[in-house]
């Protein structure tokens, strides 16, 4: 089944403590990406990345850290987690079209997370 | 940078009453605006999406019209059921660099009730 998966599903830390959500995507897609959802400020970017390799910073990238280092794999770092990052983190991917622009993003299924 | 804005933030409707979801967006070099569903705790899923060569596109009971003039585009659900209940996002896609590198900005989210 095509899919991109995300772990943990939910997560309750302590300031400071170093983490790592898991992103994976079984559909072969290029772009790999991201986002932070929080009440009132809808899904917002953290980074993104067009091919292995290859990331960029999104709207919101202070506090965190990626790498690509395989296409399927898009993990999402914290080297020390602050409480203002307790949030609901959503990965997505996207194959690229012949022009080599996104379409359709799929979405992982999301992570709860909690710094205390 | 891209800026998505998302009218209203509520919305309630009588069931079998149409629903209107309005965004607007600041970067006339934006060309994909796609509308994701986000049921509650579930991960955003597509519905529907426009291209900017596209004023309108139909698909069943939802319809996206989009304004590259007034640089607007705006979701339609007639005859609304009860599993219309959801967040809805809009988003638009910019280009952002000469390299293909690109972005897709969400817009805050519009939390749709249906009423029975």
């Known amino acids: 089944e095509a899919q991109v998966t995300q772990n943990p599903r939910y997560l309750i830390t302590v300031t400071g403590k170093k983490l790592t959500v898991t992103c994976s995507q079984n559909?072969?897609?290029?772009?790999m990406s991201w986002y932070r959802q929080d009440p009132g400020l809808g899904l917002r970017q953290i980074y993104y990345?067009?091919?292995?390799?290859?990331?960029d910073k999104g709207d919101v990238p202070e506090g965190y850290k990626v790498s690509r280092k395989e296409k399927r794999n898009f993990p999402l770092i914290l080297e020390s987690p602050s409480p203002n990052q307790t949030s609901l983190y959503f990965c997505a991917s996207s194959p690229l079209g012949v022009q080599g622009f996104t379409d359709t993003q799929y979405f992982g299924p999301g992570t709860r997370l909690t710094v205390l | 940078g891209e800026n998505v804005e998302q009218h209203p933030s509520t919305l309630s409707v009588q069931e079998g009453d149409s629903a209107v979801i309005k965004c607007t967006y600041s970067?006339?070099?934006?060309?994909?605006f796609p509308w994701y569903k986000q049921e509650l705790g579930k991960r955003p899923q597509l519905i529907i999406d426009i291209r900017s060569n596209v004023g309108e596109k139909k698909d069943q009971r939802i319809a996206v019209t989009l304004n590259k003039t007034a640089k607007h585009f705006s979701l339609h659900i007639t005859e609304t059921q009860p599993e219309d209940s959801a967040v809805y996002f809009c988003?638009?896609?910019?280009?952002?660099?000469?390299?293909?590198?690109?972005?897709?900005?969400f817009g805050t989210g519009t939390r749709l009730t249906i009423i029975p």
């Open positions: 559909m072969n897609h290029e772009y």
């Open positions: 988003a638009a896609r910019a280009f952002i660099s000469n390299f293909g590198n690109e972005k897709l900005t």
């Open positions: 970067d006339s070099a934006s060309n994909y």
């Open positions: 990345s067009m091919n292995v390799e290859v990331t």
